[in-house]
Nanobody, 112 residues
């Protein structure tokens, strides 16, 4: 399984970004998918989960601002991030729901 994340960039506080994660060699919907992030000098932390059945979960820090979704036809996972804050600055990683398959990470920088 290979995951390719993209969509990061520099945005002002209050802005939006949409991250994408293309899955190759597996199905985006079969086992569920997750997003994690790692801020400078901090441990990697869980952000959101999209279960195979469609249930979603979010860290308290992003609840109400981020939305996880997938496109089965494109075999792609998304993370819509709205009302971004400087503390959202991090490298964002997608993870396959089974095994230890991770995307390469995409950097999100939110300026104040």
């Amino acid at each position: 399984v290979q995951l390719q994340a993209s969509g990061g960039g520099l945005v002002q506080a209050g802005g939006s970004l949409r991250l994408s994660c293309v899955v190759r060699g597996g199905h985006v919907s079969r086992y569920g998918m997750l997003w994690y992030r790692q801020a400078p000098g901090k441990q990697r932390e869980w952000v959101s989960t999209l279960a195979s059945g469609g249930a979603t979960g979010y860290a308290d820090s992003v609840k109400g601002r981020f939305h996880i979704s997938r496109d089965n036809a494109k075999n792609t996972l998304y993370l819509q991030m709205d009302t971004l804050k400087p503390e959202d600055t991090a490298v964002y990683y997608c993870k396959f729901g089974r095994g230890e398959y991770w995307g390469q990470g995409t950097l999100v920088t939110v300026s104040s």
